[in-house]
């Protein structure tokens, strides 16, 4: 007995010792004061798509201050900071930067103070979390060997930003990368909790204006006229078919009609009518399918209303579109593993692909040689979850004027997640 009490007492002892603080984890902790007062910053002065120049002079400073060569104008307003230490892999780490058209709501006393303009989307918590990792890389410059190159991005928002900076060099004018990651806000999860899949994470985002063409008449006398406005009914019902019966059960694919534009006046039958349409989906031959089966749906549906070939339909495609974002392996498994030891195994959960559009993919497909990951910070305060019990229909969606996130929560767990994920890639 007098052998098991000293080793009864060194348990006690030990039970009663904190353990000893994770290094970044205290460093991060230490840095969101000064964060917070950046992200409130940002938050209150938020710019619209290509026209972030105030944001990115605050990144580019902040990365200068940490040591990085900084490049600014890249694509318009976007920023590259590049570190060098040494040989390794060349790793790529992005944010957005552009804010939406929408007027706040959300009665923060840090509300945008540009009228009709908000960060409805987080993405001021992607620039704080940048600086934030910039400065944590920066300073463990002991744990890692390679080339960092952080990028700050313009017009995420209109699928433009990417491939903007990739036009003007950015593969060729600075170090290529064999990796590239980046994190978005999330308002399906609580704050704190990441969010990972593999494979497809966000859809190909299309956007299809069409131009019905009839004769104009009077409201009186149909039979002297061919009605656009019927027309185009009859295309936007059988658009549906295109997912309803055309496309495997078992694939991903929307079809929506967000805009029929038509007509001045009760008794006018107009001379055309104007379609605008979202397209969404994962794989490639899916896109394509889809594309062309409104162009044939709208011709033939043309056709059969008598229209001569000089009216036919014309079916525009936007410029903006956006790919489908891809997670490739290993480096998604090799994160999502990194992730749950870190946080736990209660933080890091699976997620479902999603249908909307994110440029981050065009680094990928720029070169598909590249390991991609995108993965999910969630945003959601947890007081809010909790009156809600996790049903997201009762919470703000993000692009909401409503939508204010747990900033602290978002940014402290995307610096410490992406901040490790970046020693783990460098690793000496």
């Not at 040494?86 to 009665?107: F, H, K, S, W």
């Not at 061919?226 to 295109?242: C, E, F, G, M, N």
Request: aromatic share 6%.
């Amino acid at each position: 007995m007098k052998a098991v009490l000293p080793l009864l007492g060194l348990v006690a002892a030990l039970a009663s010792t904190p353990l000893r603080a994770d290094p970044l984890e205290q460093a991060v902790k230490a840095d969101m004061p000064s964060l917070i007062a950046i992200y409130k910053d940002l938050h209150i002065h938020p710019e619209l798509s290509f026209k972030e120049g105030r944001s990115a002079a605050i990144m580019a400073a902040e990365a200068k201050k940490a040591g990085f060569e900084v490049t600014s104008g890249v694509g318009g307003t976007g920023v590259v900071a590049v570190m060098k230490n040494g040989p390794g892999p060349v790793l790529l780490l992005r944010a957005d930067m552009d804010a939406l058209p929408v007027t706040e709501q959300t009665g923060l006393p840090y509300a945008s103070q540009t009228p009709g303009v908000m960060h409805a989307c987080g993405h001021d918590t992607h620039m704080t979390s940048w600086i934030g990792i910039a400065r944590r890389m920066a300073a463990m410059k002991a744990s890692w060997s390679g080339t960092l190159v952080m990028i700050g991005q313009p017009a995420e928002e209109i699928g433009s930003g990417a491939r903007a900076m990739l036009k003007d060099g950015l593969y060729s004018r600075f170090p290529k990368p064999s990796v590239a990651i980046a994190f978005h806000d999330s308002a399906q999860l609580p704050a704190g909790t990441i969010g990972v899949i593999d494979g497809y994470v966000m859809a190909n985002v299309d956007s299809v204006d069409v131009l019905v063409k009839g004769e104009g008449g009077h409201g009186a006398y149909p039979h002297l006229a061919k009605d656009p406005i019927v027309l185009a009914a009859r295309i936007v019902t059988t658009l549906q078919t295109l997912i309803s019966r055309e496309t495997d059960p078992l694939e991903s694919g929307v079809v929506t009609v967000g805009s029929f534009q038509a007509g001045t006046k009760h008794n006018i039958i107009p001379p055309e009518a104007k379609l605008q349409i979202t397209v969404r989906s994962y794989k490639p031959e899916v896109r394509q399918h889809l594309l062309d089966g409104i162009a044939r749906i709208a011709k033939g549906e043309a056709i059969a209303a008598g229209l001569p070939d000089d009216r036919m339909p014309v079916i525009s495609l936007q410029d903006q579109n956006t790919p489908a974002t891809f997670n490739t392996d290993p480096i998604t498994t090799q994160m999502t593993g990194l992730f749950a030891q870190r946080f736990g195994k209660e933080r890091v959960v699976p997620v479902r692909a999603q249908m909307g559009g994110e440029d981050f993919s065009q680094f990928y497909l720029a070169d598909t040689s590249i390991q991609s990951m995108l993965f999910w910070v969630g945003g959601v305060p947890k007081d809010q979850w909790a009156a809600a019990k996790g049903d997201i229909t009762k919470l703000p969606s993000i692009h909401s004027p409503f939508w204010a996130p747990d900033a602290g929560g978002v940014i402290s767990t995307a610096v410490e997640a992406m901040t490790s994920a970046a020693l783990t890639v460098l690793k000496k």
